[in-house]
């Protein structure tokens, strides 16, 4: 791809959205990013705002008229907005599905109808449930748990069926636990955002379950790797990749991890297991590492340590 194409983020202003930002922009492509800034902030973006390398349009993907206008000056587009978190698609199921799945094919139409180059779409490791075996690969059976990862799934389908009738060149992203800064803390953060601050506030680390189930977690950094060179390689046309570390922890081990670095002092306290949530998981990403050439570079220690000194 030119890194002088125009490249559309949605999402942008987002966790992952902003490091994707950062990244391309180091490359030298032309930004805009779309984000109705309900999760996503400004301060995430200031950087490249203030000095005119991207524009910034506030808006929602569900919008059509805002959406084509967008869409009609990008070369290619990533696809991040959406409501992400599992608890909160059970207490609010229709939002989801007319975020992720109707907000999903309004802009891929208008992206069929303005012959966008490349759709990368990210999607989660979710859509697969509870494995039937590890690593989960590409070809593992969907078994989605929660509105969440139904609603992602469905939007998986979207991206076919417009590559099947339109030729809309895809590829789809199913992201493991990622991590890393600008991750935001509020109800539905992930273990690692919960811990710190939990571990920061001398309170116990709470841990949903009994601690054994397992998670991939990824760092932000080797994501927005991903999603570029899922924009980049002529490859991953058409293509689904998992995008994880390629590691198993266990929640107890991810722990003691963050108590061992902030020496945290509470000890930890066990609450029931959530719905939705997966036992254990982590993820192949041997076809990733084959057709992408993605090759995570940031492994969990190294990860938290940079994360406990820059938050606790």
């Known amino acids: 791809m030119d890194e002088r194409a125009r490249v559309l983020v949605t999402g942008g202003a987002g966790f992952i959205g902003s490091h994707l930002v950062d990244r391309l922009t180091s490359y030298g492509y032309r930004l805009t990013i779309m984000d109705n800034l309900s999760v996503g902030k400004l301060g995430n973006i200031e950087g490249q705002l203030s000095d005119g390398r991207v524009r910034f349009v506030k808006g ?58 490349r759709f990368v779409f990210v999607s989660s490791c979710a859509v697969y449930g509870d494995p039937r075996y590890l690593p989960v690969d590409e070809i593992h059976p969907t078994s989605p748990l929660s509105p969440y990862a139904t609603s992602k799934l469905e939007g998986e389908e979207g ?124 993820a192949d990403i041997s076809k990733a590492e084959k057709q992408l050439n993605f090759k995570p570079s940031v492994p969990l220690d190294k990860g938290l340590r940079s994360l406990v000194e820059e938050t606790c």
């Open 159 to 282: 991206c076919v069926n417009l590559l099947e009738q339109y030729g809309l060149s895809i590829a789809i992203l199913r992201l493991f636990n990622v991590y890393g800064p600008r991750q935001g803390l509020n109800a539905y953060s992930g273990v690692i955002t919960r811990f710190l601050d939990q571990a920061r506030r001398h309170t116990p680390l709470v841990i949903f379950g009994d601690g054994s189930q397992t998670r991939d977690f990824v760092h932000v950094w080797d994501v927005a790797e991903a999603i570029l060179k899922a924009l980049e390689t002529t490859s991953a046309e058409g293509e689904v990749f998992n995008i994880g570390f390629g590691r198993a922890t266990s929640v107890n081990t991810l722990a003691k991890s963050v108590i061992d670095l902030t020496g945290a002092d509470k000890g930890v306290i066990y609450e029931k297991a959530r719905i939705g949530d997966v036992k254990s998981s982590f």
């Open 60 to 117: 929602d993907i569900r919008d059509v008229e805002l959406v084509r206008s967008c869409v009609q000056d990008a070369d290619v587009v990533v696809h991040l907005a959406a409501v992400i978190s599992v608890p909160f698609s059970f207490e609010n199921p229709s939002l989801t599905f007319d975020i992720n799945v109707n907000g999903t094919l309004n802009l891929l139409n208008a992206c069929a109808r303005a012959g966008v180059k």
